[in-house]
């Protein structure tokens, strides 16, 4: 059974960065099968695709936020990370990693979600 | 990219159906087939119920099914019961490559 696990601070400071890890177990983040990715949702709202991440390091991002975002991938831990720069009160939210099959919008398995406050 | 359009809310009783509509553009809904559904309960993380517009994962209550024309997607729920009541999400490939969720759906059985 694969496991999605999310750690990282629950506050972090206006302007600064965000950094984010997803432990996965079960599986093997080195699978040519999978891509990786983060999708966040703020208090309240509704969910947004953060970008993705290839086992190869191909990512893609979302435009709105592609020049502040850096999804990496460690195969050697099995683990993918999330860093986002110069955050704002509007970063805060429940941030989820999750795994989709290559070449569908199958996407099966989440993390339980983490909450990262902005503030100061 | 725009979030794809959805319902705020839609409510039934239980055992009827209902149908909530995801519109997009030709650039995501409109242009393959790689549109996914989600059911999200409060404080839970999204599940996945339909992929590739039509598609049931194993262990999914075959009440649930997805179908797509032109630019707007759709998953209609039969035979409502209390556990559906939650919060729907679509979500498309672009052109792209990138990926956009509709803004949700609360879906109220009565």
């Known amino acids: 059974q694969v496991q999605l696990q999310e750690s990282g601070p629950g506050l972090v400071k206006p302007s600064e960065t965000l950094s984010l890890t997803c432990n996965v177990s079960?599986?093997?983040?080195?699978?040519?099968?999978?891509?990786w990715g983060w999708i966040r949702q703020p208090p309240g709202k509704g969910l947004e695709w953060i970008g993705n991440?290839?086992?190869?390091?191909?990512?893609y991002y979302n435009p709105s936020l592609k020049s502040r975002v850096t999804i990496s991938i460690d195969t050697s831990k099995n683990q993918f990370s999330l860093r986002l720069s110069f955050v704002t009160a509007a970063d805060t939210a429940v941030y989820y990693c999750?795994?989709?099959?290559?070449?569908?919008?199958?996407?099966?398995?989440w993390g339980q979600g983490t909450l990262v406050t902005v503030s100061s | 990219q725009s979030a794809l359009t959805q319902p705020a809310s839609v409510s039934g009783s239980p055992g009827q159906s209902i149908t909530i509509s995801c519109t997009g553009t030709?650039?995501?809904?409109?242009?393959?087939?790689?549109v996914s559904w989600y059911q999200q309960h409060p404080g839970k993380a999204p599940k996945l119920m339909i992929f590739?517009?039509?598609n049931r994962p194993s262990g999914v209550s075959n009440r649930f099914s997805g179908s797509k024309s032109g630019n707007t997607a759709s998953l209609t729920i039969s035979g409502l019961q209390a556990d559906d009541e939650a919060d729907y999400y679509c979500n498309s490939h672009t052109s792209g490559g990138t990926w956009v969720f509709g803004g949700g759906t609360k879906l109220t059985v009565l």
């Open positions: 999750a795994r989709r099959k290559y070449g569908s919008s199958w996407r099966d398995y």
């Open positions: 030709s650039s995501d809904v409109g242009g393959d087939n790689y």
């Open positions: 590739d517009v039509s």
């Open positions: 991440v290839f086992y190869t390091g191909n990512t």
């Open positions: 079960g599986g093997s983040i080195s699978s040519s099968n999978y891509f």
